[in-house]
């Protein structure tokens, strides 16, 4: 098992180590980077690794076999800056098979080189219409005890005129060690988009996120989840949360969350959310607040189906 182990997380390691840099010094599609969760965003875009929501496809955390559901949500910078995503997943052949769309509109250009800068610029005026799309399929089932998982996406870029698309692939693998579970991936890989004048990298990286299991504290359960992730550049992106579920009937839970993520750029830390979940739907709300920023703060928001 641990030769196993060690076989898979070295794998990966190679893999986010050996993609090639491109030429490009600007990186391209933002709707990668952009929290895709709207209980992510409220833990600080760290993803809590192990629950079977279907949006886990997009932070490539190595989703249970279990994975199932359907997720419609929607961020919300300023008017002219508007994010959409739907995923949808159910068991298929001894695992999981999950499939999403991101969409992303806003005024901008369609290269950044700094992460925070461009999110907070997304309710800025600009010349520039920039419109960006992906297409996720991923599979994801148990080898022993490890949850391995791979993604491949289709990536479109269109910004007045110009047009650029190509393809990318997660892969992930993960474990429960006691009660944290530990998930290794590398994200968004492939290579530059090229095309209409346009040559942009992709924001390749490799990450670690935990997660602990509910403990009940009282009547309140409290669970956390974290994430660590370095890009292709050398950039470390890390966030953090904590979540507090409580269940006043079985079946009903009110949750509240927190989190922490990197203040740079024009974001500041802090991110907020709450969320219900009765049988077979679940409400999430996310706010993340922005200072010396044309935009203020984005609103995200999801329904889920379980």
Not at 138 to 159: M, N
Not at 222 to 231: G, Q
Not at 266 to 280: N, V, Y
């Amino acid at each position: 098992m641990r030769r196993l182990t060690r076989a898979c997380f070295l794998m990966l390691i190679v893999l986010c180590w050996s993609v090639t840099p491109a030429r490009a010094q600007e990186y391209g599609m933002l709707v990668l980077e952009l929290p895709a969760s709207a209980r992510a965003l409220s833990l600080g875009n760290a993803f809590a690794v192990g629950t079977v929501d279907s949006d886990a496809l997009f932070y490539a955390p190595a989703f249970s076999s279990a994975l199932r559901g359907f997720s419609l949500g929607a961020g919300w910078w300023s008017p002219d800056a508007m994010a959409l995503s739907v995923s949808g997943a159910g068991e298929w052949w001894g695992g999981a098979l999950a499939a999403g769309l991101q969409v992303l509109d806003y005024e901008g250009a369609p290269a950044y080189d700094d992460l925070r800068a461009a999110e907070a610029m997304l309710g800025g005026p600009a010349a520039t219409r920039v419109s960006e799309r992906v297409g996720t399929l991923g599979y994801a089932r148990r080898i022993w005890k490890l949850e391995v998982s791979v993604a491949a996406k289709l990536l479109d870029l269109r910004a007045d005129g110009a047009s650029v698309r190509g393809p990318a692939f997660d892969v992930a693998v993960g474990r429960a060690v006691g009660p944290v579970r530990l998930v290794l991936a590398g994200q968004h890989l492939g290579p530059a988009l090229e095309g209409d004048g346009l040559e942009l990298t992709l924001p390749s990286r490799g990450s670690l996120s935990a997660a602990t299991r509910p403990v009940p504290v009282g009547p309140l359960d409290v669970s956390a989840a974290a994430t660590v992730a370095v890009r292709e550049d050398g950039t470390v992106l890390s966030g953090g949360g904590v979540e507090i579920g409580y269940w006043p009937v079985v079946g009903r839970t009110f949750l509240l969350r927190a989190g922490l993520r990197d203040p740079e750029g024009g974001t500041t830390p802090f991110t907020l959310g709450a969320g219900f979940a009765g049988d077979r739907i679940a409400l999430d709300y996310a706010y993340a607040p922005y200072e010396d920023s044309p935009t203020s703060r984005v609103h995200r928001f999801a329904v889920r189906l379980r």
